[in-house]
Nanobody, 121 residues
Framework: QVQLVESGGGLVQAGGSLRLSCAASGRTSSSYAMGWFRQAPGQEREFIATITRSGGRRDYADSVKGRFTISRDDAKNTVYLQMNSLKPEDTAVYYC??????????????WGQGTQVTDST
């Protein structure tokens, strides 16, 4: 089992950048495919980005492709989401997820508690 704790959210102006972190404890992050999802007010949770257990493949939602980058540092048991060129529509609660399969499923095994990202424009 793994526990996930996100950090790095906050207020940011349109066009700005933020880096979210997800620290894993318990079982090491290298055992999991990792990903990020988000949920805006009144909307369902949506997939944003994922990185395979090996780190060899990354996939992104079309809405963030070219702006967001997911990475992992298994030595630190941490996954990151670098968000650039932020838009007002990126405002949401961002959730880290871990899945015991090699690639992320639509309903991963574990979730973090979420961190809020808000457009301050």
């Amino acid at each position: 089992q793994v526990q996930l704790v996100e950090s790095g959210g906050g207020l940011v102006q349109a066009g700005g950048s933020l880096r979210l972190s997800c620290a894993a404890s318990g079982r090491t992050s290298s055992s999991y495919a990792m990903g990020w999802f988000r949920q805006a007010p009144g909307q369902e949770r949506e997939f944003i980005a994922t990185i395979t257990r090996s780190g060899g493949r990354r996939d992104y939602a079309d809405s963030v492709k070219g702006r967001f980058t997911i990475s992992r540092d298994d030595a630190k048991n941490t996954v990151y989401l670098q968000m650039n060129s932020l838009k007002p529509e990126d405002t949401a609660v961002y959730y880290c997820a871990a899945d015991s399969t090699a690639t992320m499923r639509k309903s991963p095994d574990y979730w973090g508690q979420g961190t809020q990202v808000t457009d301050s424009t």
